[in-house]
């Protein structure tokens, strides 16, 4: 507005300098009139140059706050031209942008130590409370921690690496008030590595940190980086400082999250089974490699215990080999097979209508062994049952993308009741124990099979059978508890991620 001033003046000025001219026309030899019109025609040069340097001014300053400010005013500012779509989109595209800048916790800043590399060992569930316990190692080091490796190796021969299970960005970012976490090397640490100047180890099972900060760190500040080639209960369970605890439980519960397309499939999932009623999910943990490393073949013919056993052996990193699969029965240590899980959820008075979703593997022994289950339960259901095969293609040979999606619909789920305790069992149980103690039935396998075979005996009637089970469940259900631990055998005490109840508002 203020150039426009000076222009309007401009023309003013000229005006009465033209009147002023054709006065000095009438004047003989008047010096002091042309000393005037000399005067005012300066006054107008000057005036003429100062306002294009002011236009000039102005240009500037508006192509600058163009720069920082256009795109977004001018491109969300409601306009005629633009389509519905477009400001849905744009709206949409803000929104994110926003969040993200509102969410995005400050980063840490640290001395850094070194680099730390984790390769994790084992199916989904246990690589990642893996994962978890090495975030927590990490921060507690003062390192920098490499985005972990995912086993391809194991049984299942996964080939997905952390980036097609997890979202890697916002594992990162969640995280960068705790840890810097880096997808690679930087350049000259990765020179080390190919050069062979790295240490490369596997921790002790079952330490607390400061076997970390007294034996890892020294190698981390003389290497490097150091590599850890296993990392499978490599951390206490109790006797650790809260603040680790509370990390290990952040990371587990926040930090990891599916990547977008495995989230999405879950909803799917559980939208389609919510629209029906209420579910159970069945952790039924009968699949082959868990027959044949456990050993235990209760109900299959001969030729299956041939097939288990060579399996077995097949195998050189299963330790066990010479196994007696009653005694491991008796001793509840088997995953109870479909008949007798079967005979336990009705003796538990469940819904014979109640849909159940198999959160599993291929039931070794197919529908054979599956009929007393779907004959008791005939609403039995699977992912693959449930969606179109196109949608789960890409998931075939996968098999950690295929546990990620059982994972989240059992924590949807009204009721989840694994038959064994493995890795995913007691990570879910946890993970519904955070979500606000939902519904977990742990099955005390033990009791459970001496109650199974008086009844097949005929030493129970089935009102006796029914009651017992129930008496013997009424506290195994998931509710608020104490972690039960055995400081002198770790591997026998309740698994951290199972009842992390430092983390939890009981």
């Known amino acids: 507005m203020c150039c426009c001033r000076l222009v309007g003046n401009c023309q003013v000025g000229q005006f009465r300098l033209n009147k002023m001219g054709g006065g000095g026309e009438g004047s003989k030899g008047d010096k002091s009139s042309l000393n005037v019109l000399s005067q005012a025609r300066m ?9 294009t340097l002011l236009l000039w001014i102005c240009v500037v300053q508006l192509l600058t706050v163009g720069e920082i400010w256009g795109p977004r005013l001018l491109k969300t500012w409601p306009s005629c031209y633009s389509s519905s779509k477009q400001s849905e989109s744009i709206h949409s595209s803000s929104s ?15 001395k850094n130590n070194g680099y730390l590399m984790v390769s994790c060992n084992g199916g989904l569930n246990q690589m990642r409370g893996a994962i978890c316990d090495m975030v927590a190692v990490a921060r507690y080091l003062n390192v920098t921690l490499i985005v972990p490796e995912l086993d391809k190796s194991s049984f299942w021969a996964d080939p997905s690496d952390f980036e097609d299970i997890f979202d890697v960005d916002h594992f990162i970012r969640s995280l960068r008030d705790e840890v810097r976490i880096l997808k690679e090397l930087p350049p000259n640490i990765k020179r080390r590595v190919e050069l062979g100047r790295i240490r490369s180890l596997a921790p002790i099972s079952w330490s607390d940190i400061s076997y970390y900060h007294n034996q890892i760190l020294p190698l981390i500040q003389r290497f490097k980086v150091v590599h850890l080639n296993r990392t499978d209960a490599r951390l206490a369970n109790n006797g650790l400082p809260l603040e680790i605890q509370k990390l290990r439980c952040r990371v587990n519960f926040s930090g990891l999250k599916f990547t977008p397309q495995i989230e999405e499939l879950g909803k799917k999932v559980v939208n389609i089974l919510r629209k029906k009623g209420p579910f159970l999910v069945l952790h039924l943990r ?10 235990c073949t209760q109900g299959c013919n001969s030729e299956e215990v041939e097939e288990l056993t060579r399996m077995r052996y097949a195998y050189t990193w299963w330790k066990e080999k010479e196994i007696n699969s009653d005694f491991k029965r008796k001793e ?30 291929e039931i070794y022994g197919g529908e054979r062994r599956m009929a007393s289950l779907a004959s ?29 999606l059982d994972y989240l619909v059992s924590l949807e789920s009204d009721i989840f009741v ?16 955070y979500l606000g103690f939902k519904k977990t039935i742990r099955l005390d396998r033990k009791v459970l099979i001496d109650l199974i075979d008086r009844y097949s005996e005929g030493s129970l009637n089935w009102e006796e059978f029914s009651n017992t089970v129930k008496e013997v469940h009424a ?10 631990m055995i400081s002198d055998r770790p591997k026998e005490e309740e698994y951290f991620y199972a009842n992390p109840y430092e983390c939890l508002d009981s």
Not at 43 to 51: D, E, N, S, V
Not at 341 to 358: E, F, G, H, K
Not at 386 to 397: A, M
């Open 286 to 295: 009968y699949e082959m490699d868990m027959l044949a490393f456990s050993g």
């Open 332 to 361: 509840g240590l088997c995953p109870m097979t479909p008949e007798e899980t079967a005979l336990v959820l009705r003796a538990l008075s469940i819904d014979r209508n109640i849909q159940i979703y198999i959160a599993a593997g």
């Open 376 to 404: 008791e339960f005939p609403n039995l259901v699977r992912k693959e049952t449930l969606l179109d095969p196109l949608e789960l293609g890409f998931f075939q040979n996968h098999s950690s993308q295929m546990a990620a």
């Open 418 to 433: 694994p038959t064994y305790d493995g890795n995913m069992a007691r990570v879910v149980e946890g993970h519904r124990r």
């Open 475 to 484: 506290d195994r259900m998931g509710r608020p508890a104490r972690r039960v």
């Open 96 to 110: 994110t942008f926003l969040e993200s800048k509102v969410y995005l916790p400050p980063k840490r800043y640290y």
């Open 43 to 51: 006054i107008l040069w000057m005036t003429r140059g100062m306002t």
